[in-house]
């Protein structure tokens, strides 16, 4: 993308035409930070904002009109296309995002959040609720800031003059301001580290030989894992593009180092398409995170797909909204439905193995075993200091299904018959 940019650049000022390529589609200029660092992107956060300091522009809050169009000439002002005149079919859906575009809506979602001024000046991430969705527990601005349709910096100003006004606030890494940050910081290290987006190559991410299981990846994308909260968070992916962070964390995790341990490029890439907020750094970003390959690394703390959504909703109404089939479960199952006696799933029209899947794994003892691997595999990046070649993963592989063979008969995994 940098390339490409550079070569129009070059093209036109070859050509005599003045270039004008201003940073505003971040707060700082990540340039600047990585030559503040001795040509190194910083690799924590709170390095980071040592370095980042205060930004020097200055933001008027007040907005301004477009100026008008003007003298058109001949030439014929469109219509916004169809997406039929765009080559698409349109599909019958049951449910749309509830996320319009445009920056009119970005501005509008931007002074409901800044109205409740005391919601702004104690907000804390991780706090937020993941399972609710009739009125999210966060902004929902980050798909207008990845389209452009607002800007990031005017934002970090609205919120420096809530600050202002407010007896207390919180701070970095866990405020509204902090959040914004964050963004920054992943794209100061994308931006300084070459192949940010690879396992391969990149000398900040972790050598893993993750496994190549189409079959559960494909479980996992289509709500199809047995896993009722793992579930429910990937069809409201499908369906409104979005979703609260930490319902983010809880998939990611079980894609890669929680149960499956598949690769987190193949998460990556389906977040990216499917993701309305999708942003280049930022989604590797945290997939490099959540997959323990960089910048966190207690892989032992893993998200449970049972208890970590039943603390925010013990009745289940999130994954009876997203999963129908499951919508009479009574909510001492509605975690674990492939627990509940036959005559339970038959009252609740939910035969498990036929309407719902089984899980395609045992959550403990696949957590238990994505645990081991990942420890040999730290233990194989410190002993050649990050310098793991594709043999010495091929032997790591090895290893582990020779370790797998081990416990045979031993039900180290279930796999069932993936229920379509």
């Known amino acids: ?79 916004v296309p169809t997406l039929k005149e765009l080559g698409y079919v349109e599909k019958h859906q049951d ?26 000046a104690n907000f804390e991430k991780p706090k937020g609720d993941p399972s609710a969705y009739i009125k999210p527990a966060t902004t929902v601005l980050s798909p207008y800031l990845k389209f452009g349709c607002l800007s990031s910096r005017y ?38 580290t070459p192949n940010f987006d690879e396992m391969k190559g990149n000398k900040i991410c972790k050598q893993i030989p993750w496994n190549d299981d189409d079959k559960l990846l494909a479980a996992w994308r289509e709500a199809r894992t ?32 929680g149960d499956l341990f598949v690769h987190w490029e193949k998460g990556r890439d389906i977040f990216e398409r499917l993701l309305i907020d999708s942003d280049w750094a930022i989604n590797n970003g945290n997939w490099l995170w959540l997959s323990c390959s960089s910048f966190f690394y207690q892989y032992n703390r893993i998200y449970s797909p049972i208890s970590f959504g039943r603390k925010y909703d013990p009745n289940g109404n999130y994954i009876r909204h997203f999963l129908p089939i499951l919508k009479d479960m009574p909510k001492e199952y509605i975690y674990e439905p492939w627990t509940a006696p036959l005559s339970v799933q038959t009252k609740a029209k939910c035969i498990i193995g036929r309407d ?28 050649l200091n990050g310098r793991v070649s594709e043999e010495d993963l091929r032997k790591l592989r090895r290893k582990f299904d020779e370790d797998e063979d081990k416990q045979e008969p031993k039900p180290r995994r279930q796999r069932q018959k993936l229920i379509k």
């Open 155 to 192: 934002f970090y100003q609205c919120l420096k003059d809530v600050y202002k006004n407010v007896k207390r606030h919180t701070s970095p890494p866990v405020s509204l301001v902090g959040q914004l940050l964050w963004r920054e910081f992943f794209y100061t290290v994308a931006f300084g």
């Open 1 to 79: 993308m940098f390339n490409s940019c550079a070569a129009v650049a070059n093209y036109a000022s070859a050509a005599g035409i003045e270039v004008f390529s201003p940073v505003s589609h971040t707060i700082f200029d990540p340039a600047d930070i990585i030559e503040k660092n001795g040509g190194r992107p910083p690799l924590s956060y709170q390095s980071f904002l040592k370095l980042a300091g205060e930004p020097s522009f200055s933001l008027s809050v007040e907005l301004s009109w477009m100026p008008p169009v003007g003298d058109v000439g001949r030439c014929e002002i469109l219509q």
């Open 226 to 257: 047995g896993y009722p909260w793992i579930d429910a968070i990937m069809v409201q992916l499908r369906k409104w593009g979005w979703m609260h962070h930490l319902a983010r964390h809880s998939v990611a995790c079980f894609l890669t180092r």
């Open 95 to 120: 449910e749309f995002t509830p996320f319009r575009g445009g920056e009119s809506e970005a501005l509008r979602r931007l002074r409901e959040s800044l109205s409740d001024k005391e919601w702004v």
């Open 356 to 383: 719902y899947p089984k899980p395609v794994v045992l959550h403990d003892t696949a957590s238990n075993e994505c645990r081991k691997k990942m420890g040999q595999a730290y233990a194989l990046n410190q002993r």
